[in-house]
Nanobody, 130 residues
């Protein structure tokens, strides 16, 4: 069973930065596309950012473009989300997700839908004060 553990959440003021980490207990992390989702109280879990197996392709929801950066280090089995210029509306529980893929055709794939991901972390709280 694949385990994902997020860390790095916390309380910051608007305009501040946080770096989230997601550690994966897998043998070969490069077999997985990965992504970050977030869920605020009373709202659906929404897509934030995704990264392909090798890290060559990334994709972001419009509201975080230019502020957030997703990256990965397959040697460390870790995916990151660098969040800059944080806004109060970024407040949510942030979840890391992994999608196991195979084959050459999947090397550039980025997944944006919740149902496409096989594994999820427990979430880490990010609170941005105004």
């Amino acid at each position: 069973q694949v385990q994902l553990v997020e860390s790095g959440g916390g309380l910051v003021q608007a305009g501040g930065s946080l770096r989230l980490s997601c550690a994966a207990s897998v043998r070969t992390f490069s077999m997985f596309a990965a992504g970050w989702f977030r869920q605020a109280p009373g709202k659906e879990r929404e897509f934030v950012a995704a990264i392909s197996r090798s890290g060559g392709n990334t994709y972001y929801t419009d509201s975080v473009k230019g502020r957030f950066t997703i990256s990965r280090d397959n040697a460390k089995n870790t995916v990151y989300l660098q969040m800059n210029s944080l806004k109060p509306e970024d407040t949510a529980v942030y979840y890391c997700a992994a999608d196991r893929l195979e084959g050459t055709m999947s090397l550039t794939v980025v997944s944006t839908r919740r149902e496409l991901y096989d594994y999820w972390g427990q979430g880490t709280q990010v609170t941005v004060s105004s």
